[in-house]
């Protein structure tokens, strides 16, 4: 039953169905309740993954070997028992199984459609559903900037945001969020429900869902855009938990120089001389257990660099 309910999810689901295919189909589901209640599951299985673009679906169909891979892996998650359902459905919703990811210090650039791009910076996970006429996207962490001239939308952990064509810069951290409209104009809904309009040139910060205090002014698109970190007197710990975003290991700053203040702008190609040109910059020296373990702490007294 899970195997034939598969089979009609992935043949319709190609778009190279054909009118007798899908009246076949309607014909499958209507012969018996278990039909049915297979195809219903199947439903939902796709529903927790977004759409496969066309072009994806009809190669593998093309290819005997793929589609029978595909069948049997779609007839086996059918056929699961409710506790792996849950398990999935968490992956999901965590971003393991997002259509868009991007690594520690990677970055990506996708096109959407006409006049549609979409740019994720480091740990970024992204779903998409452009099935309903409107593109949607749901950030489950990470740094995205979105330029649409269409009507979208995107999901957050903190709320909603929608517009009919603007430039986006958006940022999910755990239960922090992030708006900043560089062009047009957006709608932010919160967990209150309540709508706020962010106009070209404002950034909202929210927290939990709950909006953090007034527009404040946005200096123009990310600087991540450009492949850079800007620090102006920023303190230290801050300078360096933001990139630790962009390497691998771990980056700690010691407490006793995590208050200092740093000014530059600073390459994120090159994290290593980053953190090579701290002792030149701030009175610090750098711990190493490995190369991806690092204090930075305060110089010794008399140290030089």
Request: proline share 5%; charged share 20%; hydrophobic share 45%.
């Amino acid at each position: 039953m899970a195997r034939e309910a598969a089979r009609w999810l992935v043949r319709l689901g190609s778009g190279q169905a054909s009118a007798d295919e899908i009246q076949a189909c309607d014909h499958w589901r209507a012969s018996h309740a278990e039909h049915e209640r297979a195809w219903q599951r199947a439903r939902r299985l796709t529903s927790m993954f977004d759409r496969i673009p066309p072009a994806v679906g009809q190669a593998a169909l093309g290819r005997a070997r793929d589609r029978r891979a595909m069948l049997k892996s779609l007839a086996a998650l059918l056929a699961a028992p409710p506790a792996a359902w849950a398990a999935l459905r968490g992956a999901r919703n965590s971003g393991w199984l997002a259509d868009l990811r991007t690594g520690t210090g990677e970055t990506r650039t996708v096109a959407l459609g006409p006049g549609t791009q979409l740019r994720l910076n480091t740990g970024t996970a992204v779903s998409l559903d452009d099935g309903s006429g409107m593109l949607s996207l749901r950030l489950h962490r990470g740094e995205i900037y979105l330029e649409a001239d269409r009507p979208c939308r995107v999901l957050t952990r903190g709320g909603m945001i929608r517009t009919e064509a603007a430039h986006l810069w958006l940022r999910q951290d755990d239960a922090d969020g992030l708006l900043g409209v560089v062009a047009g104009l957006a709608f932010w809904q919160g967990a209150d429900n309540r709508t706020h309009s962010v106009a070209a040139g404002q950034r909202i910060a929210w927290h939990d869902g709950a909006l953090q205090g007034a527009a404040q002014t946005l200096d123009g698109s990310p600087d991540w855009l450009r492949g850079v970190l800007r620090a102006d007197a920023m303190r230290l710990d801050h300078f360096l938990r933001e990139l630790s975003r962009y390497r691998p290991g771990t980056l700690r700053c010691d407490p006793r120089v995590a208050g200092l203040r740093l000014s530059g702008v600073f390459q994120l190609a090159h994290t290593d001389d980053i953190l090579r040109a701290l002792p030149a910059l701030l009175p610090v020296q750098l711990s190493y257990v490995t190369p991806y373990w690092i204090t930075v702490g305060p110089r010794p007294a008399g140290a030089t660099t």
